[in-house]
DNA sequence: GAGCACTGC
C-alpha cells in the first residue's frame, strides 16, 4: 500500500503544467508505478491503460474539488478509479464512493466486475442500486454503483449527499438529462460541502466548457488547517483508451439513398475484404427491415446471415445477435443507436455509418415531442467507428463525404436538456428545494419556451401554485411518485375517485414500452387475440384486462406467449405496481378497486390528462381529431383498440409524430368531465378555451 | 389500416 498516493501525504514526483488559459492543470508525463499483487487479476488491471495514471489521478482528486478524466473507452477508468479512491482511504470513516451511470445494465456489470477484481461478495463492499434493486449494505458498502437517475431521487431525502465522499459521474459526455440535472445540482452541492470530491468521466474532450462549469468560487475561505479546502479550480486529465486502430473510409460523393447505399457497401465488404463481422448504423426499424430484406435476397447463397437490432426486438431475436457467427459465414447486424452505447458487441471489424439516428425534439408551443432523422454529431460518429475497434484494427465505411465530415457535421450533439418536455425536470428541482429554476446554473440551459410551458403544465395541474411552489400535498406528493407528473396526478385523484387500485395498474402499463409483442406476418391474428381483451371504453381499461388475465394465469409466461403479450414486459409491470403500492401506502394512501367502475376511472385519467382532450372533427371521412387546447390534428393510432371506433371525444395517453400525429392510449370520455376535472382549464362554449 | 431512436426513476 506504501506506493500509493495517500491522503495529506507527500505529493508525488509528477510534472503538472499550469495551463495557460486559467490554470487547468495537464499532466505531461505520467509516473510509472511498480509492484502491486501478483494474482493474474492484478495483472489485467495493470495492464489498463488508467494504470499508469493512478497517483496522479489521486493527487487530483485529493487537491481538486472536481477533477474531468477524459478517457477513451477501454481504458479502464470506470472500473479502476474507484478503486484506487478505495485503496487510498476514501472510502474510510463510514465513507461511500459513488459511481453514476447512465444505464441500469452498466452499473450492474461494472459493479459486478470490480466486485470480483476485489475478491469480495457483491452487494457487501461493492454494491449497486438500480431501480427496484438495492445491492448495498449501509455502513459496509464502500464502493455504489448507482444510475444517476438513483443518485438524483437520493438527493431528496440526502440533498448534500452527505455519506458520499467522492462522487463519480461516468459517461458524462452523453449528456443525458439526468446527468445534466446531476452535474447542475453537485455545482451546488460542492458550494456548501466543499469537501466533496467530483470526478467528471467523459469520452469527448469538451472538457473545457465542462471545466469553466465547475470554476466555482466559494464565498467563505477560511478553512481549519487540518481539513484544507481543495483547489476550486477543477484539474483536466486525460487517459488514453485501449481500441485498436479503425481505418475510416469516406464517400467520394454524397449519397442520395442511404439504405441503397449501406446495402451495397456490405455486399462490397463481404466481396473484398477479410473475414469479420460486420455493423449498419440506419435510423429506424423501418429502415432496418428493408436493409434486412434486401440483403437476404442477396445473401442466400453467399455466406452472410443478416440480423435486424433494435430495441423493440424479442428476447430471443436479441439473443440471435450475440450467438457466435457460424463457421464460414459473416454476420452482419443491421442496428438502430442501440448498438452505440447501449449494447456492445464482440467480434464486429467493418462498420457502416450511414450518418443519421432518429432523435427527439421538443415543439414547446403545441407541447409536442417528435422523433426526427437527422445527421449524427462527429461524437457519436467517432464512437460508431469505434465499435469496430474492439478485438482488432478495423474498418468505418461512411457514407458521407469527409467534406461534409470536417465541415458540416456538428462536433456535439444537442443535449437531451435542450430537446425535451421539462415537467420532469421542474418538478425534481422544486422538490430539491430550488426556486428559481429559470435562474439554475445549467450546463446547457433550457429554452425560456420549454420552461415557461413546463411551469403552465404543473400549475393546470395544480402541483405548483401562483408563487410556481410545490403545492401541499399534492405538490410534494407527486414530487415523490416516480413516474411523469401527468401520471402521477392521475393515480393521486384516483384516491379521492376511489380506484387507487387499478389506477396503478393502468400507471405501471403506461410507463412501460409496450406490453405487446410485435407481430410481423400474424397481423391479423394478432388483432383478434387483442379483442379478447379490448374494452369499448378504450386502451387503458383493456390494460386491465390483460393485466387481470395475467395474474389469473398464475403470471404465465405461457400465456403470455399465446396471447402475444410480452412476458418480459408484464413482469416490470409488476415491478412498478409493487414499487408505486409501497409509495401510496408510505403517503398515506389506502389502495381501493372501484370494481370495474370505468367512469370513475376514466374521471381519475382525465384529472392527469385533461390537456389531452380531443374532439372529432365534424364530417371529417378518416377520423381527424383536434386537440381542445392547441385545435392540432391527430388520428387514433391503429394500434389504438378504438381505432375506427372513433368515438367523439377522447383523451390520449401520448403523440407519435411521424408523417402524422397519432394518439396512443386512447379513452373515449364523455365532455362534461373535463370541465369537472378542471375547471381553470376548460370553460364551457367558447371556440378555443386553451387557457394560454 | 399503420408503425414507436434510446435511456431512467
Not at 461493492?126 to 427496484?132: A, K, L, P, Q, S
Not at 483536466?236 to 479503425?246: A, C, M, P, T
Not at 389531452?612 to 371529417?620: N, Q, T
Request: glycine share 6%; charged share 25%.
Amino acid at each position: 500500500m506504501s506506493k500509493y498516493w495517500k491522503p495529506g501525504s507527500e505529493r508525488p514526483r509528477t510534472v503538472l503544467v499550469d495551463d495557460e488559459e486559467g490554470g487547468v492543470l495537464f499532466l505531461s508525463s505520467p509516473p510509472s508505478s511498480s509492484g502491486f499483487g501478483h494474482s493474474s487479476l492484478e495483472r489485467q488491471r495493470q495492464r489498463l491503460p488508467v494504470y499508469k495514471y493512478r497517483t496522479a489521478i489521486l493527487y487530483l482528486v485529493e487537491n481538486h474539488a472536481t477533477t474531468i478524466i477524459v478517457g477513451e473507452t477501454g481504458s479502464g477508468k470506470t472500473t479502476q478509479i474507484p478503486q484506487y479512491l478505495k485503496e487510498a482511504g476514501w472510502a474510510e470513516g463510514g465513507r461511500v464512493i459513488a459511481c453514476t451511470q447512465p444505464r441500469r445494465l452498466a452499473v450492474q456489470s461494472v459493479a459486478s466486475r470490480v466486485a470480483e477484481e476485489m475478491g469480495v461478495k457483491l452487494g457487501e463492499e461493492v454494491g449497486y442500486t438500480i431501480r427496484f434493486e438495492d445491492q448495498t449494505k449501509p455502513n459496509v458498502t464502500k464502493i455504489k454503483f448507482l444510475t444517476d437517475g438513483v443518485l438524483l431521487r437520493e438527493m431528496m431525502d440526502d440533498p448534500l449527499l452527505i455519506k458520499y465522499s467522492v462522487i463519480m459521474v461516468d459517461e458524462a459526455h452523453e449528456r443525458s438529462l439526468s446527468t445534466d440535472m446531476l452535474l447542475g445540482l453537485l455545482k451546488k452541492v460542492q458550494r456548501r460541502r466543499p469537501q466533496l470530491r467530483i470526478i467528471i468521466s467523459s469520452a469527448t474532450i469538451d472538457a473545457k466548457s465542462m471545466s469553466t462549469f465547475f470554476h466555482i468560487r466559494r464565498r467563505n475561505i477560511g478553512q481549519a488547517a487540518e481539513d484544507p479546502t481543495p483547489s476550486e479550480l477543477p484539474a483536466i486529465l486525460s487517459v488514453e483508451g485501449k481500441g485498436y486502430n479503425v481505418e475510416i473510409h469516406y464517400v467520394e460523393e454524397p449519397v442520395s439513398d442511404y439504405l441503397q447505399a449501406a446495402v451495397n457497401t456490405v455486399l462490397s465488404i463481404h466481396d473484398k475484404e477479410p473475414p469479420g463481422d460486420i455493423l449498419v448504423f440506419l435510423t429506424g426499424q423501418d429502415d432496418i427491415n428493408a436493409a434486412v430484406q434486401l440483403l437476404t435476397e442477396d445473401a442466400q447463397n453467399n455466406g452472410l446471415l443478416v440480423l435486424p437490432l433494435f430495441s423493440g426486438l424479442s428476447r430471443a431475436d436479441q439473443d440471435l445477435i450475440f450467438s457466435p457467427t457460424p463457421k464460414g459465414k459473416r454476420k452482419v447486424v443491421i442496428s438502430t443507436n442501440i448498438a452505440e452505447t447501449s449494447l456492445t458487441l464482440e467480434g464486429i471489424v467493418y462498420v457502416v455509418d450511414s450518418g443519421f439516428s432518429k432523435q427527439r425534439f421538443y415543439n414547446p408551443i403545441p407541447d409536442i415531442e417528435n422523433l426526427v432523422v437527422a445527421p449524427i454529431s462527429k461524437a457519436s460518429a467517432r464512437q460508431r467507428a469505434g465499435r469496430a475497434g474492439r478485438v482488432q484494427p478495423g474498418k468505418c465505411f461512411r457514407l458521407y463525404t469527409e467534406e461534409y465530415f470536417v465541415k458540416e457535421m456538428p462536433a456535439e450533439g444537442i443535449p437531451e436538456m435542450q430537446r425535451s418536455s421539462l415537467v420532469s425536470c421542474v418538478i425534481q428541482l422544486k422538490a430539491l428545494g430550488i426556486d428559481n429554476i429559470l435562474g439554475f446554473d445549467w450546463l446547457a440551459s433550457p429554452s425560456p419556451e420549454a420552461m415557461i410551458r413546463a411551469l403552465e403544465v404543473l400549475y393546470s395541474l395544480g402541483i405548483l401554485d401562483e408563487d410556481a411552489k410545490l403545492t401541499s400535498p399534492t405538490g410534494f406528493q407527486v414530487a415523490e411518485i416516480p413516474l411523469d407528473p401527468m401520471i402521477s396526478k392521475m393515480i393521486l385523484s384516483a384516491d379521492t375517485y376511489g380506484c387507487s387500485e387499478d389506477i396503478i395498474t393502468i400507471a405501471a402499463v403506461l410507463s412501460v414500452q409496450s406490453i405487446w409483442i410485435s407481430v410481423r406476418g400474424a397481423q391479423k391474428e394478432f388483432d383478434e387475440v387483442k379483442l379478447r381483451f379490448a374494452a369499448a371504453e378504450g386502451d387503458h381499461v383493456t390494460y386491465l384486462n390483460v393485466y387481470k388475465g395475467f395474474i389469473h394465469s398464475g403470471k404465465s409466461s405461457q400465456w403470455c406467449y399465446k396471447n402475444y403479450i410480452n412476458y418480459h414486459a408484464m413482469k416490470k409491470v409488476i415491478d412498478i405496481r409493487e414499487q408505486l403500492s409501497r409509495l401510496l401506502r408510505r403517503l398515506g394512501i389506502v389502495l381501493k378497486s372501484c370494481e370495474r367502475d370505468t367512469q370513475v376511472l376514466r374521471k381519475a385519467i382525465i384529472a392527469g390528462f385533461f390537456a389531452h382532450a380531443c374532439c372529432l372533427e365534424e364530417f371529417s371521412p378518416n377520423g381527424m381529431y383536434k386537440t381542445i387546447k392547441s385545435s392540432q390534428e391527430v388520428y387514433i393510432h391503429p394500434s389504438s383498440v378504438l381505432f375506427r371506433v372513433n368515438p367523439k371525444w377522447v383523451v390520449y395517453h401520448s403523440l407519435v409524430s411521424t408523417d402524422k400525429h397519432y394518439m396512443r392510449n386512447v379513452i373515449a370520455i364523455d365532455p362534461s368531465w373535463l370541465i369537472e376535472a378542471a375547471p381553470h382549464f376548460y370553460q364551457v362554449r367558447k371556440p378555443n378555451p386553451a387557457p394560454y
